[in-house]
Every structure is written in C-alpha cells, then in structure tokens.
C-alpha cells in the first residue's frame, strides 16, 4: 500500500464485496460472513474449468465451460436460473445479443448453439426449465470455434471465428451463413463487433490484430505483427482504440497493447503479467455518488492474476492473485461498479468496485485495506497500489 498525500488525490475504486446479505443476517446458507457484508459462495457448477462468460443483463450472467452447460446465475439475488444445454464438448465462448434476446454458444464440436432467452413482457424471465436444449444449431466451421461476436444495431447477425482460418458471418434469423472470410494460418482467438459499424476486429495466433468489412468479407485495416500470439482483443466506448491481450512466459511476452485505430500503430503497453493474458477489457468505472468516469482496463491471465490498469498513465494500480484458481479464462463487466471473472478451477467470481479513499486514514503511515481471498475469512493480498484492492464478493 502507498502512503496518504497530504493533498486530495483523484479517487480511484477498489473491488470489494457484494453484501448478499439482508440487514440483520445472512441471506443464504454457506455465505461467509465479513464485516462489510457476505460472500455469496456456492461450489463450482461447472465441473471443471469455466472458460467464458457474457453479461445477459443487469442482474444476470451465464458461465460455460467443459460442463458443455451454460449455467444462467443472477448474481444480485445469488441464484441459479437455469441452464441450457446443447453441445458434445466444451463451450469455448458464449455470447448473448440483448436486441435479439439470443444466447449463442461455440463449442469445441465444430457447432454453435442458439438458444432464445425465455421472456416476460420486455425482461428476461427470472426463471425457466432447469435444462432448455438448443432452438437451433449453425454448422459450416470444420474445427473448434473459439470465438463469437454480434451487435445490437443488427441483431440477426452473428460472427464467428475458428482454428479452421475462418470468420463466418451468420443470419441467426434464416441460420445460414452469409460470409466466410479465409485466410492462410488465420487461426482465430477473439472476436469483437466494433459497435455502430458492420465491421469486426479479430485476433489471431499468427501475431496480428485485423479489422474485418463484413460489407465486402474484405480486411479492412491491419495492424503491425507482435512478437506472440494475439490471445484476445477489445474495442473502446469510441471505437478509436483496440485491445490487444499476448501469450506468454516470464518476462517474454504476456503483455496487452493498446492499439490507435486512427493509425494503425501501438500507443503504450501495459507489462505485468507473468503469464498468458486470457481475457481483457476497456471498463468505465463511475462512482454512485458523483458523475466523475474514470477509464480502465482489465485483464485476466494464465498466472492466476486479475489486474486494473490506468489507461492512460500505463500503470498497474491493482493485483489480485488468485491462489490454486488455475488460469483466469475470461472477464466481463456487469456494470459500471462490478466485474465478473472465471476460473479453471474456483468457478466464478463477482467482484464490486468500490472507492479505497473510504477504507485509509489520511496521514502519513502506511494502511492496508481489508481484503479477502476467495473462499477464505482472512488472507493476505497481493495489492499493487494505493489506489485499489481486490475483494471477492460472490462465487459460484
């Protein structure tokens, strides 16, 4: 932890716990009581490592993984929805569509699963039959797809990127392929829809970052080759600006890249990680009491390491080091104040931004925030700074 300045600092926000718990007690069985609230813990649904998750809503998430399930969880109340179920092997990526109110999910099958969301009136409907099979399936892909992207501005359209060199552009309304772009040792990692444009920004494991015009299925801008594989990638709010995420080892490699649109060239790169960047994200952090947003970035790796980063001064401001969770496969923001993460082998976190300035004496000795690692009362964490700490809320 840093030492309080005398002068006001810029607040910057912390992760903490979600209070699932009623005023006077526990909410659940099983949640671990903490001074600022409960830990919603649930064991792993999954049985085996989560390798994604998409937001479907304010209040609901869905997790998949080797389960070849994916598991719906409203993370405000801590229940378990429901699950949909489809695939032979696992569900590498998911993606929902809040226009079309439709879950898509890729599988190491060669197939992506379509499920539609049951509903009531205009919200999703809280809660359905434990196990919904697929409404349909799209087959073109010849290896496992590995990433999925679509849009609320078209909404019957749906991407999808596989290890077969291949980006496919799917009318989810007729299910059929509309586009397939090729390309020579293209073996797609991530997919994002650049918003308000019919255009898509993909990362491959041949060291580059592109931006596919899904109008031509021609490329229309390409970056400069990295020296690792390009893992995952992320759009900004004012799509000027690219993420990119890098394999990884030690000091060689492991590092995100933020990327000007405008110019085709890297601005800054972010160094931390010791292992491959799994998941990254651009995340407008805005505190409850005041209009003030503050742009960040998160990333999730190999290491066992979820980590906040300043945009724009290049620097790590949090850590938190998941002991035994294996790799962090995938982050997504919930909203403005609450992230969710998840693990090879703890499941899935939900973690809460709160300002850190609430939980330090301003004066000049040393203080270190209240934290706790996941599944446990008290543990030391691994905090980078001042600015943020990493508290686990709830966990499925």
């Known amino acids: 932890m840093g030492n309080s300045s005398s002068k006001e600092q810029k607040q910057s926000p912390s992760l903490s716990y979600l209070n699932t718990s009623e005023e006077g007690g526990d909410a659940r069985a099983g949640a671990v009581a903490t001074g600022g609230g409960a830990i919603a813990d649930l064991p792993s649904l999954h049985g085996g490592p989560t390798h994604t998750l998409c937001r479907a809503d304010e209040h609901n998430l869905v997790s998949a993984g080797v389960s070849k399930v994916a598991t719906v969880y409203c993370w405000s109340r801590h229940v378990v929805e429901g699950q949909f179920r489809g695939p032979k092997r696992d569900i590498t990526k998911l993606d929902y569509n809040p226009a079309s109110h439709g879950l898509h999910g890729a599988s190491r099958d060669h197939t992506i699963y379509g499920w539609r969301w049951p509903q009531m009136g205009n919200t999703l409907r809280s809660s359905f039959s434990k196990w919904e099979g697929p409404d349909y399936c799209l087959h073109g892909h010849t290896l496992a797809v590995t990433a999925l992207a679509s849009s609320t501005m078209f909404p019957h359209l749906l991407t999808s990127g596989s290890r077969d060199n291949c980006v496919r552009l ?161 982050v997504v923001s919930l909203s403005n104040e609450v992230i969710a993460s998840s693990t090879f082998n703890s499941g899935v976190k939900v973690w809460g931004m709160t300002h850190l300035d609430q939980r330090i004496t301003r004066n000049s000795r040393q203080v270190q925030a209240p934290t706790l690692s996941p599944g446990s009362a008290s543990s030391s964490p691994v905090i980078s700074s001042a600015e943020f700490c990493l508290n686990l809320r709830a966990t499925y």
């Open 170 to 330: 799917w009318d989810v309304s007729t299910q059929t392929c509309t586009a397939c772009i090729s390309e020579c040792r293209n073996l797609v990692t991530g997919l994002q829809w650049i918003e308000g444009e019919r255009c898509v920004l993909q990362s491959s494991e041949d060291k580059s970052l592109r931006v596919w015009d899904l109008r031509s299925s021609s490329l229309a801008l390409a970056f400069p080759f990295k020296h690792q594989v390009q893992t995952c990638c992320a759009v900004s709010r004012d799509r000027n600006y690219f993420l990119s995420g890098s394999s990884g080892t030690g000091r060689d490699g492991a590092e995100l890249t933020l990327w000007d649109r405008r110019n085709a060239k890297p601005l800054r790169e972010y160094r931390g990680h010791t292992e491959t960047v799994q998941s990254c994200l651009f995340h407008t952090f805005r505190e409850p009491s005041s209009d003030e947003m503050m742009e960040l970035i998160v990333s999730s790796s190999s290491d066992s390491t979820l980590r906040l980063w300043n945009q724009t001064e290049n620097r790590n401001v949090c850590t938190k080091y998941l002991s035994g969770a294996g790799p962090i496969s995938s």
